[in-house]
């Protein structure tokens, strides 16, 4: 699907204006939180069909996040969609792209499973350190882990996806 196609169809699948009023940031990081804005990026994730739909959600996600940060910290509790300019849309949706590129090869199970290995922290120089990541796998896509967060790269091997509860082998 290209990207005219995507954005033509999943960017109405957005609100045209946001409510960030619930937002806060996370103290002790550079974390914003707006629970108005992730039932936002929820709501079009089941309404897409496709991987690349939910790329361009995810990329769409990334951008308001940030438009709801800079506005918040200045004051102004609305977003709009409309302020995201096409070509900037379109240029997060091919870096996304191309940083799912290597992991389009691994099957999974679904959806969350999928998701959990396609987030890109622009926080966090490693996964480790990023509260959002929570799995891991080994290089072969073999085994497959639920992250410790306790300031090392510790993990706990799963055999079962914790979403939909089929059993990984090898690729899940």
Same mark, same amino acid.
């Given at each position: 699907?290209?990207?005219?196609?995507?954005? &033509?169809?999943? &960017?109405?699948? $957005?609100?045209? #204006?946001?409510?960030?009023?619930? @937002?806060? $940031?996370?103290?002790? /990081?550079? @974390? $914003?939180?707006? #629970? &108005?804005?992730?039932d936002a990026w929820n709501a079009a994730e089941e309404e897409s069909e496709s991987t690349a739909e939910g790329y361009f959600i995810w990329a769409m996600y990334c951008l308001l996040h940030q438009l709801a940060k800079k506005a918040f910290r200045k004051g102004n509790f609305t977003i709009k /969609?409309?302020? %995201?300019?096409k070509e900037e849309i379109k240029r997060k949706y091919d870096k996304v792209l191309k940083e799912a590129e290597p992991k389009r090869r691994i099957r999974s199970c679904c959806r969350m499973m999928a998701s959990q290995f396609n987030k890109k922290c622009e926080i966090h120089d490693?996964?480790?350190?990023?509260?959002?990541?929570? %799995?891991?796998r080994d290089e072969k896509g073999s085994q497959y882990r639920i992250l410790i967060h306790d300031g090392g790269t510790? @993990?706990?091997?799963?055999? $079962?996806?914790?979403?939909? @509860?089929?059993?990984?082998? &090898?690729?899940?």
């Open positions: 699907m290209d990207f005219e196609t995507i954005y &033509n169809e999943i &960017n109405q699948l $957005f609100p045209e #204006q946001l409510d960030i009023s619930d @937002g806060r $940031f996370v103290q002790g /990081t550079i @974390g $914003f939180h707006s #629970q &108005n804005l992730i /969609t409309s302020d %995201l300019a490693s996964a480790y350190d990023c509260p959002d990541v929570i %799995l891991d510790s @993990g706990i091997s799963i055999k $079962f996806c914790p979403w939909c @509860g089929k059993e990984i082998k &090898n690729r899940c």
